[in-house]
């Protein structure tokens, strides 16, 4: 079976692994993230996870700017538990309502 992948632009694969990188945060949790995981919901390869993403480090820091743009409760809750940098600069009332998530 032949599996055709679609083309991006570089712009709209970056948006794209992004969106699966959240989806994938939502569904295993902040800290579960894996480039196999990401790769997979973005029918792409790992090897392009890592070349927009050096490290997974980066990568978490990208889904918790949109986590925290998007109000996506669950994902900044466990950020600001895990001492993630741009969890603990979100508002400090997304972060109280975040952590109301976790009682």
Same mark, same amino acid.
């Given at each position: 079976m032949n599996i055709k992948r679609l083309r991006l632009e570089p712009s709209e $694969? =970056? %948006?794209n692994i992004l969106a699966a990188a959240v989806a994938v945060a939502l569904r295993e949790g902040f800290r579960g993230i894996t480039r196999d995981q990401v790769a997979a919901e973005a029918n792409s390869s790992v090897g392009l996870i890592y070349t927009y993403y050096r490290s997974m480090d980066s990568l978490r820091d990208e889904v918790m700017r949109v986590? &925290? $743009? %998007?109000?996506?409760? =669950?994902i900044v809750a466990q950020g600001v =538990?895990?001492?993630? &940098?741009?969890a603990a600069r979100a508002p400090a009332e997304l972060r109280r309502a =975040?952590?109301?998530?976790l009682a």
């Open positions: $694969r =970056a %948006d986590a &925290v $743009r %998007d109000k996506h409760l =669950a =538990a895990s001492g993630n &940098v741009v =975040a952590l109301q998530t």
